[in-house]
C-alpha cells in the first residue's frame, strides 16, 4: 500500500465514542488528512478556535451541548465551515442547510465517508 501525501488540510473529528473516533481518524488519516478530535461539545468549539480545522465531521448527539448550539458556535466563528454530521437519526438537523454542509446516517460507510469529506473540502469523490 502506498503512503499517502502528507495533507495540509485537517479535519476534526467529533463523536464521543472512542471507536467511532478511532476508525474516523484511521480512515482520514490514511486518505492523507491530519486529524484533530474532540469528545464533546465544549472540546469541539475549544478545538475548532485552536486548530483552525478546514472540516469537522460532527457526532449529532455529544455530551456538553446540542447539536444546534455547536455548529452555531462553529458558524459564529467561521461562517463558511464545512461540517459533516454524522448521525443514527434518520433526518438532518433542520439548521443544517448550505453547499459546506452535509449529513450522513451511522454507521457509515469509509469510502462514502472520504467521498462527502472530499466534496465538501471542495474537490470530487474521485480526487485522492
Known amino acids: 500500500m502506498a503512503t499517502p501525501e502528507v495533507s495540509a488540510t485537517s479535519v476534526l473529528i467529533a463523536d ?6 478511532g476508525v474516523l481518524r484511521m480512515a482520514l488519516m490514511r486518505a492523507g488528512y491530519r486529524v484533530v478530535e474532540a469528545c464533546d461539545a465544549v472540546e469541539v468549539v475549544a478545538a475548532a478556535a485552536e486548530h483552525a480545522p478546514d472540516l469537522v465531521v460532527l457526532d449529532i448527539n455529544m455530551p456538553g451541548g446540542t447539536v444546534h448550539d455547536t455548529l452555531g458556535s462553529l458558524r459564529d466563528r467561521t461562517p463558511d465551515l464545512p461540517v459533516l454530521v454524522l448521525s443514527g437519526e434518520a433526518h438532518a438537523p433542520a439548521d443544517l442547510t448550505g453547499p459546506s454542509s452535509d449529513f450522513a446516517r451511522k454507521p457509515i460507510d469509509l469510502d462514502d465517508l472520504l467521498a462527502r469529506v472530499r466534496r465538501l473540502l471542495g474537490g470530487t469523490a474521485d480526487d485522492a
Not at 464521543?16 to 473516533?21: G, I
Request: charged share 50%.
Open 16 to 21: 464521543d465514542d472512542a471507536l467511532v473516533r
